[in-house]
């Protein structure tokens, strides 16, 4: 039976005695009266109580007390008092177990309905996937099912068309919409070469594309199982919460107990008057704000930032992003556009640029790819190369058309540069290019300069960060006046350069000895530093193996999403202790009122309206968290196109 079901049970029979509470102080006595109130909270403990009871057995069992303990012993204990009252002649107090019944299931409600509210947005996303595409199968397009369409299928778009699934354009030009999914509100253009993906809207264009990744593997089926997980995760600091419940509810019971004896006892008041404040002690101190306090914010908070292309994997993230000081990035791909052009080369341009490609066509680096590109414009044929060898962090060696040749840094040259070269590669590093070393037989031949152009929203994302109070590293394996010279264009605070692969982990490290630090990136070798930083931020563009590495995925690409996500999960976190606070102040007051402790005065709280304020402390906790959809995540500078 759902939670729903059972709090309908619950206010529907609990209603007539609620009127008889109201109506009994003007001497007006509903028919049947006991016995009436016996048959309905006797359906109600059995309908919407029950659960309470095994809950709480079953950590009985376990040698642990929960949240359910106080209730099902508050209600238990009120319920078989009444038996007995009614039959030996003593007042009965049916409509307090009932009424505390339905209080507390008002709370679930809450809760549950927060939950939905939470995931609403993650569902709607899930719900916005095309049914069918237009798939081109021998020279026709045939309207086939999502479901069977598989990779390398040519997929036709029409305008205003919903893209099926992920892949790669091939033909057409277009601009689609990719907000529901990237949280972009412009439509971005596209063309042969980009990539597009499943959910998104197509604009006024016809494109034909090539599915790369279908089903479960698409975008849209990653980010809602990311942000599912997310949301049932657990922060760490939730298991001080269940320590803190651990041994909060046996206190609790010592201290209702005390409440009976000194009532009874001391003070001399009946049985019924004693266990009224005692009962009162064990249902006002229920901590069910005290749970609802991490989770809720947690499940808001995670779905806030999908909401902004922002995917937070657990609760773990939004502890570890409390207190980061020190923000790493790499540069290519990063900070950088990560697509580096051929602008100088020094020497036979021919000959330089033929013997570089012939080696860089079997390379997977970065630079390799300009170089081949730069061989094609120039419409070189490029010979084959055998021996071919990767030197990590250096370059790559290998035969080419029966001489031995090379291509790298100047580490892979060492001491093969002539000297007029050396002051040439100078200059080219000082106006931030990348110089790749071409030798043959042992000596160098010419110098290829390339260079990479920092994206257009770098510098205001490192300010946004500044102005947060945050340092800021670039870690790359680039030599030092390239990756200086790229720094001081984006605002960089540090440069660490000259950093192989391997060792990035271990300078995150050493930055780590003096604070915790967060580390963005995107390629395979920055997964090691993804890992091994106190926080791993992965670039939406970047490799799987990034991608899973990192904590934090931000969709856009945008490097000004590093600044909204740190800001939301503070924030997040922040709204986890803030709703503890409050749900441990509200029990800790709470409970000397319950007691009697101000009864002189006149201040007392019945069973039921502890209930009712137990339920109010969980309500307050929800709407704190709900409170986070709310946030602002900052106006974004203008940047130059």
């Not at 409509?95 to 299931?105: L, S």
């Not at 704000?289 to 994997?313: F, H, N, S």
């Not at 044929?381 to 040749?405: I, L, N, Q």
């Not at 007392?604 to 995540?633: D, H, I, Q, Y």
Request: with cysteine; aromatic share 6%; glycine share 8%.
């Amino acid at each position: 039976m759902s939670i729903r079901t059972r709090f309908w049970v619950a206010l529907v029979l609990s209603l007539p005695m609620l009127a008889q509470m109201v109506l009994m102080p003007f001497g007006i006595m509903m028919p049947g009266g006991e016995w009436l109130a016996l048959g309905l909270t006797t359906v109600i403990m059995a309908v919407t109580a029950v659960p309470f009871w095994r809950s709480a057995w079953a950590s009985f069992t376990k040698h642990h007390a929960n949240m359910d303990t106080l209730v099902a012993l508050g209600t238990a204990i009120t319920y078989f008092y009444s038996l007995y009252a009614m039959a030996t002649g003593r007042p009965v107090f049916f409509e307090t177990a009932a009424v505390v019944v339905t209080f507390i299931m008002l709370g679930q409600v809450f809760e549950e309905r927060m939950r939905d509210n939470a995931s609403n947005a993650v569902a709607k996303l899930a719900n916005l996937q095309a049914k069918d595409a237009g798939v081109v199968r021998d020279g026709r397009v045939v309207r086939v099912p999502i479901d069977q369409i598989v990779v390398g299928d040519r997929i036709r778009v029409l305008p205003g068309e919903k893209i099926a699934v992920d892949g790669v354009i091939v033909s057409g030009t277009t601009s689609i919409d990719e907000s529901m999914v990237t949280g972009e509100s412009l439509p971005v253009a596209k063309a042969a070469g980009d990539r597009v993906i499943g959910a998104t809207i197509n604009g006024t264009g016809t494109v034909d594309f090539t599915a790369d990744k279908v089903g479960e593997d698409t975008m849209l089926a990653q980010i809602v199982a990311m942000v599912q997980n997310a949301q049932n995760s657990h922060a760490p600091i939730q298991k001080l919460t269940d320590k803190v419940a651990d041994v909060f509810v046996p206190v609790v019971l010592i201290a209702a107990i005390a409440t009976f004896w000194i009532w009874f006892v001391l003070v001399g008041a009946g049985v019924a008057t004693s266990l009224i404040f005692a009962v009162s002690v064990v249902v006002i101190a229920c901590p069910c704000a005290l749970g609802l306090a991490t989770p809720t914010a947690l499940m808001v908070g995670t779905g806030r930032a999908a909401r902004a292309g922002i995917l937070i994997k657990n609760g773990e993230v939004l502890e570890a992003a409390n207190g980061i000081d020190t923000v790493v990035f790499d540069k290519t791909g990063t900070i950088t556009n990560g697509t580096p052009v051929v602008t100088d080369v020094i020497g036979d341009e021919t000959a330089v640029v033929r013997l570089a490609a012939a080696l860089e066509a079997a390379s997977e680096h970065p630079l390799a790819a300009a170089v081949v590109a730069k061989a094609e414009a120039l419409g070189l044929t490029v010979p084959p190369v055998a021996d071919f060898a990767a030197v990590a962090g250096k370059g790559v060696t290998g035969t080419v058309a029966g001489h031995s040749a090379f291509v790298g840094s100047a580490k892979l040259a060492s001491g093969a540069v002539p000297t007029a070269l050396a002051a040439q590669a100078t200059a080219l590093q000082d106006a931030a290019k990348t110089v790749v070393y071409v030798g043959e037989n042992g000596a160098v031949v010419g110098l290829i300069a390339i260079q990479d152009t920092a994206k257009a929203t770098s510098q205001a994302a490192i300010q946004a960060l500044h102005d947060r109070g945050l340092k800021t590293v670039m870690l790359t394996g680039d030599n030092e006046r390239v990756a200086s010279a790229i720094a001081k264009q984006v605002g960089i605070d540090q440069v660490i350069a000259d950093v192989l692969p391997q060792d990035k982990a271990e300078a995150v490290q050493r930055l780590q000895a003096s604070g915790k630090v967060a580390f963005v990136g995107d390629g395979i070798n920055d997964a090691p530093a993804l890992t091994t930083a106190d926080l791993g931020i992965a670039m939406g563009s970047g490799t799987d193996i990034a991608i899973d590495a990192g904590g934090i995925v931000l969709v856009k690409n945008d490097l000004r999403d590093v600044a909204t996500a740190l800001a939301l999960s503070q924030k997040t976190f922040g709204r986890i202790k803030l709703n503890l606070f409050w749900a441990f102040v509200y029990n800790v007051l709470g409970i000397p009122v319950a007691a009697g402790v101000f009864a002189a005065l006149g201040v007392t709280l019945s069973p039921e309206l502890a209930g009712l304020a137990m339920a109010a402390s969980s309500l307050s906790v929800v709407t704190s968290s709900l409170l986070l959809n709310r946030t602002k995540l900052g106006v974004r500078r203008r940047v130059a196109a």
